[in-house]
């Protein structure tokens, strides 16, 4: 199986900081990574595909980017509604895995 | 609008049984993958299984295969998750997903999930 490694853990940002986290696959995955957004309470929602499509509807403040084992998701211009949590997943192979997360924080 | 809703969860005991639902609506189900994801209690997500558009291709997590069955009614516009001899650290809310290829699969609409606590 791939594992699927994110740091950090947790993040601490301010509104309007730009910050970045990153996400290593155990073995190399071309660009088959997704990056989520999920808030407390709710569902998972897809961001970037493929590295670093932008799925339809989400704001241009979030840009993925990375190929093989190493991969970024970076959210500029931090606002109030970003704080959340975020996972990277691999669908380069079965099992789908995820990362374990990162907690963003005000 | 796609939408997604699962039920099925609640309390059952330890070696017990439990099938899932996940009704589909807004999109044209029989052209999609599916899977299910879980989430227990201030954890990540766990991915936990893949069908097929036709349900004869299945994919499973290790923590669940022989316990675990996804399957599908495409005529219903449904997909399932049959889970025996459950325990206790199967515990979570379990949301149903699509999943598209787009040149990479990715789960783009989710359910709002169904908790599932095993307990005595």
């Known amino acids: 199986d791939i594992q699927m490694t994110q740091s950090p853990s947790s993040l601490s940002a301010s509104v309007g900081d730009t910050v970045t986290m990153t996400c290593r696959a155990s073995?190399?995955?071309?660009?088959?990574v997704n990056w989520y957004q999920q808030k407390p309470g709710k569902a998972p929602s897809l961001l970037i595909y493929?590295?670093?499509s932008l799925q339809s509807g989400v704001t241009s403040r979030f840009s993925g980017s990375g190929s093989g084992t190493d991969f970024t998701l970076t959210i500029s211009s931090l606002l109030p509604e970003d704080f959340a949590t975020y996972y990277c997943?691999?669908?380069?192979?079965?099992?789908?895995?995820f990362g374990q997360g990162t907690r963003l924080d005000i | 609008e796609v939408q997604l809703v699962e039920s099925g969860g609640g309390l059952v005991q330890p070696g017990g049984s439990l099938r899932l639902s996940c009704a589909a609506s807004?999109?044209?189900?029989?052209?999609?993958?599916m899977t299910w994801v879980r989430q227990a209690p201030g954890t990540g997500l766990e991915w936990v299984a893949n069908?097929?558009?036709?349900?004869?291709?299945?994919y499973y997590a290790g923590s669940v295969t022989g316990r675990f069955t996804v399957s599908r009614d495409n005529a219903k516009n449904s997909l399932f998750l049959q889970m025996n001899s459950l325990r206790a650290d199967d515990t979570a809310v379990y949301y149903c997903?699509?999943?598209?290829?787009?040149?990479?699969?990715?789960?783009?609409?989710w359910g709002q999930g169904t908790l599932v606590t095993v307990s005595s």
């Open positions: 997903a699509r999943l598209p290829y787009n040149g990479v699969y990715s789960n783009d609409y």
């Open positions: 807004g999109f044209t189900f029989n052209r999609y993958w």
């Open positions: 069908i097929r558009q036709d349900g004869h291709e299945t």
């Open positions: 073995h190399t995955i071309s660009s088959y």
């Open positions: 493929a590295a670093s």
């Open positions: 997943q691999q669908t380069h192979s079965a099992p789908h895995t």
